[in-house]
Structure formats: structure tokens, C-alpha cells
């Protein structure tokens, strides 16, 4: 599991309401843990200047060490602006090298972000490359590849991580290499296409070049080279998501870019706490095809969140669990589990995952459970229906107030003179054919319709406003 942000977002005991949390604005981009690489092309004081070319360009970030250029390979600062500010111009026949200090970025998964702007298209260019000892390609992004306009490559490892049909590849652009163990993803403007990710390889680089290769002098890139921007580990798409609005609005992007910050500048407005749901068929809902009738869509309208659907129909609570416990892409935000409804696995308790995936949570993260459900062929005195309401009372009782009844909440409304009152179906204690789908032939005996989802979606939204999420 993957740091999360440094801002705590809560307690972990939910109770006590007080309103949301708190979370400032992105002051700078150490807000985020593991910033070891910036250059930062706004930033003369980072510069040793011959005139206008750069001869050094210093790395702020914590790896330290800097890039340095000679004769008339030296870029241009300052004859140029990205946005208001000013920046480093590369006129295909300039590059940087990086000294020794920085190459410890590519020897495990890391999370790489470069701001540029292409003056050339359908002209194969390279931004940045970086190699081992014996020439493998460890990291880089490539625009144009093979003279073909709208084609990036990113690289970690020498495998290409391929977008072949980039809009994007003109710019002004903020690329983003983000590296997971076992998969590695391009993003251009905040966006990563089917197809645009691929198996990594980590290992340390011996050469670093900004503007070109570092084995000859073809390709170098015509064009701005704004900022490079270098995390030692994963970031959460959370964090991303930050990283990108940060650079974007600095550098007048913001328009360009996609997601959470592309209307709103992270620098001045504080962060909302958005939401992972993991869980079943209750959560994944495949059987509405109209996505916005899901309680997560819902949700996440209501709310104004991103709302993670971590759904997999038909998962047992151990399944669910671990997928959190692998999770690394929404660790820091709020979690709710909607589990246990298909039971544990061999040899585990409903309770005893809940447990784990709870305990596996950053310290102060909000988090909400939900109860497993049974179906009308699971009335009160059957043997499911006493295992399952022994799973919730469990739980309940582990988790006070973080538990959040939703099946009974449901029943209730079946009660006589409620709205959906169904008199057999509430004294068996499950729910009743109004709540239930209907596929045109058939009524399911436990699945929820579009008109139940949306009333515990309705029922999640008003506990997460009443505790202060």
C-alpha cells in the first residue's frame, strides 16, 4: 500500500459529526511525500546563466545534483514564456545531462510528471531519455515517434508504454509516467487512453538527458521544456491528480488538462475528501446498465466527489478485502465496505476480513460499513438468514460507529404505512418485490432495483453529511 498524503483527513472514529474535514490548498508541491526531482524552469535562482543559455539548472528536489550544458548545446531561459512565466527554450540542437545524484528514480516504482511544448510535428523528437550502463532505456518520453505526428512513448524500463494516438503530442502538454509494480501508465493532460500502459522494469540510470539521447545527438527536442517533476514512489490517483492541477495552473495549462482540478486551482482551493467503495454486486450493480442509477454515481453527484466503484459481483468478503489491502491507487481517501452478502471465504469470518481491511488503513481514515443482505428465499428463522444477520451483528458490534444498517434502515420502509409497506415480506425481514430487480421475466430474490439503490444511496449520503465526511 502506497503513502498516503501527508494531511491527516480524520479520525478513524467517525462519530461526533463537526463537519468535513479540513484538507489546505496545495501549497507546494512537498505537500506530497517523495519529491526527490524538480527542475523547475521558472526558477533562475536554480540557473547558472551565460546570458540567456543555461550552463547548470539545479534539481530542488531532495536527490539534489543538477543538469549542465556546454557550448552550443546550452537552451535558452527566458526568451520564452510558458503561460506568464518564463522558461527554457530547446532548439533541437541543445540538451542537458544530469549528473550522477538523481539516478535513483527509476530503481523502484515512481511517479514522474515533465511540462513542455512542441515546436515541431511529425518530427520525431525526444524530451527526455535516460539509460543504464550498457545502454537500456530506464525512462523517457518521446513525441512524433518515427515521424509520426500524434504518437508519445513513455518509458520505464525499455519497454515503450505507447500512446499511438495523442492529440496532445503538439502540446502545450504535461506528461505523466506513473509506476505501479506490475504496470506503468501513460497519462498526457491527465488523461490515459485503452492501451497506454505497460509492464515496467525498475533499475537504476548511469545517464540522464534533458532534450535528447545520451548516446548521440539525434532527435533532440525543438521546443519549451518547463518542468520535470520526480515522486520516489506511487502516488495515489488522488495525489496525481493534485500534482497535475499544481503544474497545470502554474504554468497556464489549466485548460488543456483533464479531471478533479481542471476548473479549480488546487493552490487556493482546499481539497475535497473523495471516496473508494469496495465491495460486491451490491456496489458494482452490472445488472443496470444505466450507470447513473448506481449508488456510487449517486453518491458522488450528491457529494461533488470522485466516487471509486470497487464493485465485483459475486466476490466473498475475502475477496474484497484483499483487493483493498492490494489497492494502491485510493489510499488516501474515505473507504466504505459493502460486503459479506456471499460470505468469507474457506477458513476466514465476514468479521475477521472486515478487521483486516480496516487495520491495512492509513491512520485517520474515514471509513463506512455496510451490511450483508438476504434474499427472500432467506426469511427470518432460515439458517442464511441467522448466519447472515450473526455476520452484521459482528460487525456492528466491532464497529459501532462506523456501522451503518442500511438493510434493516430499507426494511423499515416495508413496514404498514410506510411507502413500500409489504407485510410479508417485513415480517420475513427481507426486502420486498418493490425493491427488488425485475429482468422482465423475473423478479431476483436478492438484488436491488434502480428505485432501492437510489434510497441507499440517498441513506450512505446522509450518514457521511450528519458525521462530517
Not at 173 to 185: H, K
Not at 244 to 267: M, N, V
Request: hydrophobic share 40%; charged share 15%; glycine share 12%.
Amino acid at each position: 500500500m502506497s503513502m498516503m498524503i501527508a494531511i491527516s483527513l480524520g479520525v478513524t472514529n467517525q462519530g461526533g459529526g463537526g463537519g468535513a474535514p479540513v484538507v489546505p490548498a496545495m501549497a507546494a508541491l512537498t505537500d506530497i511525500p517523495g519529491l526527490v526531482v524538480d527542475f523547475d524552469g521558472s526558477d533562475a535562482s536554480t540557473m547558472v546563466l551565460a546570458g540567456t543559455l543555461v550552463t547548470e539548472w539545479a534539481n530542488k528536489g531532495s536527490y539534489g545534483g543538477k543538469a549542465t550544458g556546454s557550448g552550443t548545446a546550452r537552451p535558452n531561459f527566458g526568451t520564452r514564456t510558458m503561460g506568464t512565466l518564463p522558461t527554457l527554450d530547446f532548439s533541437g540542437t541543445n540538451h542537458m545531462d544530469i549528473s550522477a545524484e538523481v539516478m535513483n528514480l527509476t530503481a523502484a516504482a515512481y511517479s514522474l510528471f515533465e511540462v513542455w511544448d512542441n515546436d515541431l510535428n511529425g518530427t520525431a523528437s525526444i524530451l527526455t531519455l535516460g539509460k543504464n550502463s550498457g545502454g537500456t532505456v530506464r525512462t523517457g518520453v518521446q513525441v512524433d515517434v518515427s515521424n509520426v505526428a500524434g504518437r508519445i512513448y513513455q518509458y520505464s524500463g525499455a519497454t515503450a508504454i505507447s500512446d499511438p494516438n495523442a492529440p496532445e503530442s503538439v502540446g502545450p502538454t504535461i506528461t505523466q509516467l506513473r509506476g505501479t509494480t506490475s504496470l506503468a501508465y501513460n497519462y498526457i493532460n491527465g488523461i490515459t487512453r485503452g492501451g497506454a500502459n505497460g509492464a515496467p522494469t525498475y533499475g537504476a540510470m548511469a545517464t540522464w538527458r534533458i532534450g535528447g539521447d545520451p548516446a548521440n545527438t539525434g532527435s533532440r527536442w525543438n521546443g519549451i521544456i518547463s518542468q520535470i517533476v520526480g515522486y520516489n514512489r506511487v502516488l495515489t490517483i488522488d495525489e496525481c491528480a493534485l500534482v497535475l492541477g499544481f503544474l497545470a495552473w502554474k504554468w497556464g495549462l489549466q485548460s488543456y488538462i483533464a479531471g478533479e482540478w481542471a476548473t479549480k486551482d488546487p493552490r487556493s482551493n482546499p481539497r475535497v475528501l473523495n471516496i473508494a467503495a469496495f465491495g460486491d454486486s451490491f456496489t458494482e450493480l452490472a445488472y443496470l446498465t444505466d450507470p447513473a442509477t448506481h449508488w456510487t454515481n449517486l453518491l458522488a453527484a450528491r457529494m461533488g466527489r470522485r466516487v471509486y466503484d470497487g464493485g465485483i459481483g459475486g466476490q466473498t468478503s475475502t475477496q474484497v478485502t484483499d483487493r483493498s489491502i492490494a489497492d494502491v491507487d485510493y489510499t488516501d481517501r474515505g473507504h466504505i465496505f459493502f460486503c459479506g452478502t456471499n460470505g468469507p471465504d474457506s477458513g476466514h469470518t465476514v468479521l475477521g476480513d472486515i478487521q483486516a481491511a480496516v487495520a491495512d488503513l492509513p491512520p485517520g481514515t474515514k471509513f463506512l460499513i455496510l451490511p450483508s443482505f438476504n434474499s427472500s428465499n432467506e426469511p427470518a428463522g432460515s439458517a442464511g438468514y441467522i448466519n447472515k444477520m450473526a455476520n452484521n451483528a459482528a460487525v456492528a458490534a466491532a464497529f459501532p460507529d462506523n456501522y451503518l444498517d442500511i438493510r434493516s434502515m430499507l426494511i423499515a420502509l416495508q413496514a404498514p404505512g410506510q411507502p413500500y409497506q409489504d407485510g410479508t415480506a417485513y415480517a420475513g425481514d427481507y426486502l420486498s418485490a418493490q425493491l427488488r430487480f425485475f429482468n422482465g421475466t423475473s423478479t431476483d430474490a436478492l438484488h436491488p432495483n434502480a428505485l432501492c439503490v437510489s434510497l441507499y444511496a440517498q441513506m450512505i449520503g446522509d450518514r457521511i453529511i450528519a458525521v462530517g465526511w
